[in-house]
């Protein structure tokens, strides 16, 4: 199974370019037909893994995957699930 991990530890005081990697990260699985991205924002006071969530909750990101998935046991990770 194709992965891409996209780590956020650099840039989670740079909105702009936090968007710009998600956007980035995102297009690269659809136009590849990637099937699972990790995102890893880092465990830190939880602020920018809610700013990931609230970017892959907008319409016109939403419909590109198929689901979201936290990981239980490492509050630091989000996957993100495509059905092509």
Known sequence: MAKI???LHDTYNNG???DAELN???AEAVEKKI???EIIPGKGSGQLKKRVLRFLRQPEIKKLYHRIEKDDKNFGRVFI????
């Not at 699930?81 to 092509?84: L, N, P, Y």
């Open 5 to 7: 991990k996209l780590d």
């Open 16 to 18: 702009p370019r936090i």
């Open 24 to 26: 980035r990260v995102i």
């Open 35 to 37: 099937s699972l991205v």
């Open 81 to 84: 699930h495509f059905k092509h």
